[in-house]
């Protein structure tokens, strides 16, 4: 495979000092420095294909220089992932066990103190003869001593997601929006995206604020 590489690498530097590419150097070189008027700005679209044409040509040539690479690489890849998606599985499917086993603790936890509270409620109701202190010293004690283990390794990140069945359009999205900005993690970019579209498909004329402009890119041909 090396020496097959060498050839292809070979050929790549043939391709890059082909006399086709060392023209379009020269006249890509040669070309307007501004664009005054309809001459230099046609002599610049032209310079502007050939350009193109001569990167693509030489893309080319760097594919077929490491395709052979890209193959190799794949088969590594596949040979790997073959090993490693049962680990992977194995992991994964753990890791949701353990949580689950963890949240049944903390519920068996959280009825505990409930149903204590509660009685703790139902007997200074009902007695007279001790104080609330003592009363609830001893409901206290017995709070403790129902504590359940606690689970090595969980951690736990507070995400936000919509209350299921809640329609998208009944969400506070300005609260949301100004959380994000007060926070400094708001991306206006990502949000403006797509605005203009969806603008021209509702029917939405203007929102304060914002502008609907046209943006405009030179295309090669």
Excluded: C
Aim: charged share 30%; proline share 3%.
């Amino acid at each position: 495979m090396k020496a097959e590489l060498t050839i292809k690498v070979t050929d790549l530097y043939a391709v890059i000092n082909h006399p086709t590419l060392l023209r379009t150097q020269q006249f890509i070189e040669n070309a307007p420095k501004s664009i005054t008027d309809k001459l230099s700005y046609d002599i610049t679209a032209e310079s502007l294909k050939l350009a193109s044409e001569a990167i693509k040509t030489i893309e080319t040539a760097r594919k077929s220089a490491t395709s052979p690479l890209d193959a190799y690489k794949k088969q590594i890849m596949d040979i790997e992932k073959e090993a490693t998606a049962p680990l992977t599985e194995f992991i994964t499917e753990r890791k949701g066990m353990m949580l689950v086993y963890a949240s049944e603790l903390e519920r068996i936890q959280r009825e505990a103190n409930e149903k204590i509270k509660a009685e703790a409620a139902a007997a200074i109701a009902a007695s007279g003869a001790d104080t609330i202190a003592d009363m609830m010293g001893r409901f206290t004690d017995k709070l403790v001593s129902v504590q359940t283990e606690q689970p090595k390794n969980i951690r736990v990140t507070t995400k936000a997601r919509i209350i299921e069945a809640t329609p998208i359009h009944m969400v506070d999205w300005s609260a949301v929006v100004f959380a994000l900005i007060a926070a400094e993690k708001f991306d206006v970019e990502v949000l403006l995206t797509g605005l203009a579209k969806a603008m021209a498909d509702t029917g939405i004329k203007e929102i304060k604020g914002i502008e609907v402009y046209q943006h405009k890119t030179q295309v090669i041909r």
